[in-house]
């Protein structure tokens, strides 16, 4: 009876519908399991098609071309440890979400997913069939059970496992971030590891697919909950965890335990590497925004440069007779201290020409939002022509505070291919602006520093599409409003709530209102990083048309 058992975990990166490159990630895996004397090596759900695939996985073209890889892969991993590794599979009329050992040319072992997500950005009841409970399979005379990611949030798969003889879980998965998910999960598995006696292997993807962020932080536990190995946070990582046979059973020897980032610095490291993957995997080098001097297009900038490096991001200030003096210094020192490139395109003769050419429809009309919104949406068609013309994603800029409430330009400051700070409330922008001046890490491309003058945190947000405007002339102040925004949006609360949470209530029904009524610019928006629970899009499906309104 073997007495030990090393065992390679990877936590790493694949694209959705990259069969190919998928394949060779999977198979440089098992290459340094091997060259590390390992017996097994593990990948994370649905690793060989991507995730998550939404409808793609419905196509039977897509799952045969999947298990054409997969077999491809079985033969070309023979002569070695075994392989694990997720992907769908049809069977008869069902498709399933399903985890694959394979061993000697060969699928030795498969796990078909039973607990189906249906919550959030999950839509799995809709994709897939339910599997059955599995039995543990055997690697070099280990006995392993391997629920697939959700199957371990509930008793039932594990323990049936263990009922079974399996002596070690190793839980593959696709667990997206939100804020401080990190405990959520530990919690969870531990509760597996008590009930069951058993070490665990917590398996997760690591990198971006559109918004979600998939946040590594892989982990391994011994009996009572101990923890034993962390790989670190948003980045790739390959480990070897020796585990040692025990009169109690096996044991996972210590290993390093990364350090886990605060709450700030997850969403920053979040922001960079879901723009960093969405730009790599659609095909995109560079970028360019609108940089106004304000807050908001700064931190996108640094996020940006963070991202891709300094020298594949173009600012473009766009002025006005509006915009401030102070607005134009402030938009050249966040792009000379970032080191990104800063053109200079006046929108004065653009705007003339629009409104003479509104002029003879307007007379007689006084001025009013339609002529700020001109402003917005020239800038808007400035933008996406060079973008077209240079091949740069142009980065649209509004935080959730703003998506919430319609305060933004439909096909003016909305126009753009992604939106780093679409989850992040305007009070959250301006921290993370203190925070990413203060810290600085190895994965940031940007420089060190103050890279974020503290002239923009700290002066009064505004618009500047007409004279001294300010937010809080149209908008509650942003404590305020953000206070409503997290109760109404985030925890689903009714308007008595906020006001028993001490907001006006009249204040209360004029946010209500424009939440509602942006709806169809939230759906006509870029997509961007998911940082909560509840971010606009998969997290928070409403009706376009909807007259209900919360009588209470």
Known sequence: MSERFRLTIAQANPTVGDLAGNAARARAAWEAGRAAGAQMVVLPEMFLAGYQTQDLVQKPAFVADCQRHLETLAEACADGPALGIGAPVIEGTALYNGYFILCNGRVHAAMRKFHLPNYT?????????????????????????????????????????????????????????????????????????????????????????????????????????????????????????????????????????????????????????????????????????????????????????????????????????????????????????????????PITRVRDAVTETLAPLFEGLAEDLTEENVQSRIRGLLLMAQSNKFGEMLLTTGNKSEVAVGYATIYGDMAGGYNPIKDLYKTRVFALCRWRNANHRPWMAAPAGEVIPVRVIDKPPSAELRADQKDEDSLPPYDVLDGILKLLVDEDSSVADCVAAGYERETVKRVEQLIYISEYKRFQSAPGTRLSMRAFWLDRRYPIVNRWRDPS
Not at 234 to 253: K, N, P, S, Y
Not at 260 to 272: F, I, K, N
């Open 121 to 345: 950005v999950f839509d799995e009841e809709r994709l897939y069939e339910h599997g059955s409970f599995s039995g543990p399979y055997e690697v070099a005379g280990v006995r392993i059970g391997t629920p697939i990611c959700e199957d371990a949030w509930y008793p039932d798969v594990a323990e049936t496992m263990v009922e079974s003889g399996a002596e070690i879980l190793v839980v593959p998965n696709g667990s997206p971030y939100f804020r401080e998910k990190f405990d959520v999960r530990l919690n969870r598995m531990v509760a597996r590891v008590v009930e069951n006696d058993v070490p665990l292997v917590y398996l997760n993807l690591v990198g971006a697919q559109d918004d979600q962020v998939f946040d590594g932080a892989s982990f391994v536990l011994n009996r009572h909950g101990a923890l034993a190995l962390r790989l670190p946070a948003f980045e790739e990582a390959v480990a070897h965890v020796d585990f040692a046979r025990t009169d109690a059973g096996w044991r996972a020897e210590p290993g390093e335990i990364a350090p886990l980032p605060d709450s700030l610095e997850q969403d920053y490291h979040a922001m960079v590497l879901s723009l960093s993957d969405y730009m790599r995997k659609t095909g995109f080098g560079k970028v360019l925004l609108g940089l106004s001097g304000g807050i908001d297009s700064a931190i996108v900038a640094t996020v940006a440069a963070d991202a891709l490096g300094p020298e594949n991001v173009r600012c473009v200030m766009l002025p006005s007779e509006y915009t401030s003096e102070t607005s134009l210094e402030d938009a050249r020192a966040v792009a000379a201290n970032l080191g990104c490139r800063y053109d200079f395109v």
